[in-house]
Structures are given as C-alpha cells and as structure tokens.
C-alpha cells in the first residue's frame, strides 16, 4: 500500500490559474510531463451535453496549454462516448465525431494546436489484465496504449449505479462499445477497478467547476463548485472528491474495491489535501433517488426482487416521458419490475403497461403475451439502450394523435 498521498483542492473562478495552482501544488506540471513525451488528455466527453454532464473545454484547454509548457511533443484529446448516444443500436442520433465537436473539443484543440482523437475510429489492442477480477483481458483503442502519458480529467459528478463517477470510472471511455456493453451491471465497479491494473493515468485532474447532484450521470442537476482537484493517486484523488460532494470514501465501491486491492489510497487518514479544506467547500449533493413507486402520478409499480440498474433506467424512463407533451403519458397505468413480480389480472388493466428489465419480462411471460401491444418492455440486463429507443417509439405512436413538444 501507498504511505501517503497528496491531492490538491483550489477554488477559483479563473480555470487558468485555478487548474495551474492545482497542479503546482503536486509538483508541477513538469513532474507529469518531460519533453518531448505524448500525451493523451482522456476527459468525459459521454454525451453531447454541456457541462456538468461532460468535463468543461476550458478545463481540457488549459491542461492541453500546460502540457504543450513542459513539452509535450503532441497533445492528444481523446474519448468514446456512451453508445446510447450513437445510432449503433437504433437509439442515439450522433457519431462520436459529432459529439467531439458538439461539446467543445474541436474547437478548443484548434486553438492550442492539440489533436482530436476520435477514438471509434481507431483501432483496438487486446491486453490481459492478469490480476483482473472481472476483467482477465479487454480492449482498449490504441492511443491509450500508444501515448507516453494519460491525464484523466473527470468531472465531480454523482451516478445512480456507482454513486460517484470521478477519475476511476472515466477509464470506462477507452474501451469500445461492444466492451462498455459487458459487465455493466452491478459488477461495473470491478470492472472498471480492473482496467487501472493495466492503463495507469500519471495525472488526474478533476473537473469541479460545476458538479452534477442528484440522477447523474446525465441528468442530475447543477451545482456551482468553483474547484479543481488534482493528485497523481487516481484513488486518493476519487475520495477527495467524493468527500467534497458529502459522500464518505469508503461509502463508494470504486474507492473501496481500489483500495483493498492495491491501486491507490481511499483512506483518508493516509491522503495529505492541499489548498482548501474540504470542510470549507464540501457541498453535501442531493444523491440518486432511483425511487418509482408512489413518484408519477397514475402510475401504479409491482415489485419483484429489483436491482439499482432496473429502477435507475426505469427512472430516467419515466422522468423523460413525463417531460414530454405524450398524451395522458402514452396511457402508462402500470410498472412491472423485477424478479418475479405479482402481476394482476389482464382483464383489470387499464392503459399501457411498461414491464422493465429482461428479468421482469421473462418472469411476467404470459401476462406480457396477454397484454398484446398494451406491454411497452424495456428489454436488457440492464435495459440501457431501449430505454432511449422506446421513448423514440412512443414519440412516433403518439404524434399521430396530437402535437407535442419537450417541456
């Protein structure tokens, strides 16, 4: 285990000189980058929404700048966004290019002279992960591989599966689609746990300009922080942070599982904070409430045995159609979720049914059959990508009736 670690804290509204102290506290910029070295600046970059969703462009700006100061050869700026977002599976609307330059990173490697990676259109290499838990081996685009150095740059923001997602979870953009897809359930810690065994970031700097509290990761709400958080221990950096939005360390998995098995420190007895104090500029941020029942007016729930991912994506679900102008939204009377649900009698139904998750859809078979086109399913375990799908579909259903808009 690592002695000690140092994370710096500042707090500023110039990102310049608020990043640049940041990272002289640790040592410099220097002491990340030598001459001539590549490096690859790995932000979050998962959706083509403005920030706190995705890691600020000025952030990414000066942290191009900074290393091009103490060298650089090249500075590369890299990511693959979440498929939802991507017309692969029938859902999203945009290329990985497209969300590049919708979020700012075009324009902003222009400006510096960096270089934009869109990593979907590069190559893969296959690694072993020989400690790996979840992971024994995985893809991962080649310039995380081919780069001499990697600066993680997440954002401070909270997640409905893993709590947090910082510095440890962005990791989860350096592997392609059909990857991200495996493993995404409740073993998403490990996973992503796995893959710092084998790419190691020498810098992470946390984007704490704005945080995301509540149903993050893409739809939680803003919350002004004015902070940067930088260290070169990605796991003592992570509990920093998640000590500042009011989470304890040892509360989020990723920080746990880290730890134990050697990584970094979560301990925040063994972590040295620079700067500000957490005490003065922690902020305790509204959690994920993945709660359904008793939330959507007209909208009964059935429960069977539910994991978080179901009632996440079931939320986002309900929250999405309840923003939408659908009619009487699209006639939904009734939830079914989970393991082996009791489900009523089909003559007593009134309206559409969303049955969600393939556990519940395959408990519920019969009833589900029975139903006929009154069973709105989203299917997958968990149901990530049909979540965006239906919504589309009910759009469509629905328009023929009445013109909506979004609220």
Same mark, same amino acid.
């Given at each position: 285990?690592?002695d ?5 804290v ?11 102290e ?7 910029i ?11 600046i ?5 959706y083509p929404?403005?920030?706190p ?25 890299g990511?693959s966004?979440?498929y ?10 945009w290329t ?15 400006? #510096?002279?960096?270089k934009?990676?869109?990593f979907?259109?590069? %190559?893969? *290499?296959?690694i072993? #992960?020989? %400690?790996g ?9 080649r310039?995380v ?9 997440p ?9 947090v997602?910082?510095g440890?979870k962005?990791?989860?953009g350096?592997i392609?689609?059909k990857?991200?897809?495996q493993f995404?359930?409740?073993e998403?810690?490990q996973?992503v746990v796995d ?18 509290q509540g149903?993050?990761p893409r *739809?939680?709400t803003d919350v002004?922080?004015d ?5 070169k221990?990605?796991?003592?950096v992570d509990? *920093?942070?998640? %000590? ?6 040892m509360?989020?998995?990723?920080n746990r599982?880290a730890?134990?098995?050697g ?6 007895a063994k972590i040295?904070?620079l700067?500000?104090?957490?005490k ?7 959690r994920?409430d ?5 939330v959507f007016?007209g909208?009964?729930?059935? %429960?069977?045995g539910?994991?978080v ?11 999405t ?8 939204n ?18 007593? #139904? ?5 049955? *969600? ?15 006929g086109?009154?069973?709105?399913c989203?299917d997958g ?5 049909s979540v ?6 009910l759009?469509?259903r629905?328009?023929?009736k009445?013109?909506f808009?979004?609220r």
């Amino acid at each position: 285990m690592i002695d000690k670690s140092y994370v710096s804290v500042i707090k500023g509204k110039d990102i310049k000189n608020t990043v640049r102290e940041a990272i002289n506290l640790i040592g410099g910029i220097s002491k990340f980058v030598k001459k001539g070295e590549t490096v690859l600046i790995k932000p979050n970059l998962v959706y083509p929404y403005s920030p706190p969703a995705t890691t600020n462009p000025e952030v990414i700006k000066v942290v191009g700048e900074f290393a091009f100061e103490a060298g650089a050869k090249e500075v590369w700026i890299g990511d693959s966004s979440a498929y939802t977002q991507k017309p692969l599976y029938g859902t999203g609307k945009w290329t990985n290019q497209e969300i590049l330059e919708i979020d700012g990173i075009v324009k902003i490697a222009q400006e #510096i002279g960096a270089k934009v990676i869109d990593f979907d259109k590069e %190559e893969t *290499v296959k690694i072993e #992960i020989p %400690e790996g838990i979840i992971l024994r081996e995985v893809e991962v685009f080649r310039p995380v591989i081919d780069a001499d150095v990697i600066i993680n740059v997440p954002v401070l923001k909270m997640h409905f599966q893993t709590l947090v997602t910082l510095g440890i979870k962005n990791l989860h953009g350096i592997i392609p689609d059909k990857w991200k897809l495996q493993f995404h359930r409740d073993e998403i810690s490990q996973k992503v746990v796995d893959l710092h065994k084998v790419v190691k970031p020498r810098l992470t700097i946390v984007d704490g300009t704005k945080a995301m509290q509540g149903l993050g990761p893409r *739809v939680g709400t803003d919350v002004e922080m004015d902070l940067i958080i930088a260290g070169k221990d990605v796991v003592a950096v992570d509990a *920093v942070s998640s %000590e500042i939005m009011g989470v304890k360390s040892m509360e989020v998995e990723t920080n746990r599982l880290a730890y134990t098995q050697g990584i970094g420190n979560a301990d925040m007895a063994k972590i040295v904070v620079l700067g500000e104090k957490i005490k003065d500029v922690c902020k305790k941020l509204k959690r994920p409430d993945v709660s359904i029942a008793g939330v959507f007016p007209g909208i009964n729930v059935i %429960e069977g045995g539910v994991c978080v991912h179901c009632y996440g994506r079931a939320r986002i679900f309900l929250d999405t159609l309840f923003d939408l102008c659908l009619p009487n939204n699209a006639d939904i009377s009734l939830v079914i979720i989970g393991v082996q649900p009791k489900v009523p009698d089909v003559n007593e #139904i009134k309206g559409n049914v969303l049955i *969600v998750g393939d556990c519940a859809i395959y408990s519920s078979s019969h009833f589900r059959q029975a139903l006929g086109k009154q069973a709105l399913c989203l299917d997958g375990c968990p149901p990530m990508v049909s979540v965006h799908r239906l919504i589309d579909k009910l759009k469509e259903r629905y328009v023929s009736k009445t013109t909506f808009k979004e609220r």
